[in-house]
């Protein structure tokens, strides 16, 4: 594959590894995603890799937000909002998905791209940095 549009790199770091982990993860995914709609992806099989994204986005949203909380992040409950806006966003691509709407990847790689990685990782996730930076989630 050629080299990933979207990548995750050293600037994203939270200073947390399974943290890290799971954004380099997300990057992973949509990248493989975008290149997928590229190339001419199926609605059965954009269908089943957005669910993929979905999925590991809840588990992630999750992981964040107990990890902010034991750790009394002052920001919390902004950034768990934050969190819930952008879940209901991907709700409505997923009911879009779902009806067969053929002009919804016009739409969604923006928003999984910008909103998601490079707004929400790229700088609302930093914010908590000082809070998280190597603390493990029990
Ligand atoms: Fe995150
Ligand atoms: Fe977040």
């Given at each position: 594959?050629?080299?990933?549009?979207?990548?995750?790199?050293?600037?994203?770091?939270?200073?947390?590894?399974?943290?890290?982990?799971?954004?380099?993860?997300?990057?992973?995914?949509?990248?493989?995603?975008?290149?997928?709609?590229?190339?001419g992806?199926?609605?059965?099989?954009?269908?089943?890799?957005?669910?993929?994204?979905?999925?590991?986005?809840?588990?992630?949203?999750?992981?964040?937000?107990?990890?902010?909380?034991?750790n009394?992040?002052?920001?919390?409950?902004a950034?768990?909002?934050?969190?819930?806006e952008?879940?209901?966003?991907?709700e409505?691509?997923?009911?879009?998905?779902?009806?067969?709407?053929?002009?919804?990847?016009?739409?969604?790689?923006?928003?999984?791209?910008?909103?998601?990685?490079l707004?929400?990782?790229?700088?609302?996730?930093?914010?908590?940095?000082?809070?998280?930076?190597?603390?493990?989630?029990?």
């Open positions: 594959m050629s080299q990933p549009l979207f990548e995750w790199n050293e600037e994203y770091s939270v200073g947390n590894l399974e943290i890290d982990h799971q954004h380099q993860h997300l990057f992973y995914l949509i990248n493989e995603f975008y290149e997928s709609i590229k190339a992806i199926s609605d059965t099989e954009l269908a089943r890799s957005f669910r993929e994204v979905v999925e590991d986005t809840r588990i992630h949203f999750d992981m964040e937000e107990t990890l902010m909380r034991n009394d992040y002052p920001g919390y409950n950034h768990k909002a934050m969190h819930q952008l879940l209901k966003k991907i409505v691509f997923d009911t879009r998905i779902q009806a067969g709407d053929k002009d919804v990847a016009a739409d969604l790689l923006p928003f999984l791209i910008g909103d998601w990685l707004h929400h990782i790229g700088s609302m996730d930093q914010l908590y940095v000082p809070y998280v930076a190597d603390r493990y989630v029990d």
